[in-house]
């Protein structure tokens, strides 16, 4: 069992950046591979990077790549997302996840976080 939370969202012009934090309770942290996902109005969530438990492999939407970086801490319990460059159409909640396996798909991941709001203005 483990349980996230976001922080990190907020209102952001065009090109600016951001950085999403999750963290996560409970001690089998290093267990889990860790997922981004968003979700934009009126949409279905959708994937945008995870990492596996080491932290070696990433894996990208490839509307964020180049953008966005995922990385985490397994001594500390977090996993971050740092987005650069940022667009109107990156708008959406925003999801910190966990999964027993690296994925990139949404019905693998059995814990998420309540989410957090992010909203870029052009």
């Known amino acids: 069992q483990v349980q996230l939370v976001e922080s990190g969202g907020g209102l952001v012009q065009a090109g600016g950046s951001l950085r999403l934090s999750c963290a996560a309770s409970?001690?089998?942290?290093?267990?889990?591979?860790m997922g981004w996902f968003r979700q934009p109005p009126g949409t279905e969530r959708e994937f945008v990077a995870t990492i596996s438990r080491s932290g070696i492999s990433t894996s990208y939407a490839d509307s964020v790549k180049g953008r966005f970086t995922i990385y985490r801490d397994n001594a500390k319990n977090t996993v971050a997302l740092r987005m650069n460059s940022l667009r109107p159409e990156d708008t959406a909640v925003y999801y910190c996840a966990a999964s027993a396996r690296y994925s990139t798909t949404v019905r693998d991941y059995n814990y998420w976080g309540q989410g957090t709001q992010v909203t870029v203005s052009s």
């Open positions: 409970g001690r089998t942290f290093s267990s889990y591979a």
